[in-house]
């Protein structure tokens, strides 16, 4: 709370979602793994094949979180909701464990 009250610009609270890139060897390891990654919740999952045939499957969550806090060093909401913020960030890092 201190360096958010000291903060001149714009402040963003963010919460990335989990990303697992896995090199691929053959397509079908790469579709084996999109079907347990989308069975298992992370729909954002997809498969990229590169131009030197690089098969690559991303498993992404879709636990993510981006919440304006301040704007030109005024702050836009009460330490309550920073706290509020804070445990509801802490619940999507618990489920993308």
């Known amino acids: 709370m201190t360096a958010l009250k000291k903060a001149t610009g714009d402040v963003v609270f ?8 896995v090199l691929c060897r053959e397509l079908q390891d790469a579709q084996l793994l999109h079907s347990v990654a989308i069975d298992s919740g992370f729909r954002n999952s997809g498969i990229t094949v590169g131009r030197g045939g ?4 991303a498993v992404r969550s879709t636990h ?11 702050l836009m ?6 706290e509020f913020l804070v445990h509801v960030a802490n619940q999507k890092m618990e489920e993308n464990i």
């Open 77 to 82: 909401v009460s330490e309550e909701y920073i």
């Open 14 to 21: 963010k919460f990335e979602p989990f990303v697992l890139h």
């Open 64 to 74: 993510c979180l981006e919440v304006p806090l301040s704007y030109k060093g005024r």
């Open 54 to 57: 690089k098969i690559t499957m």
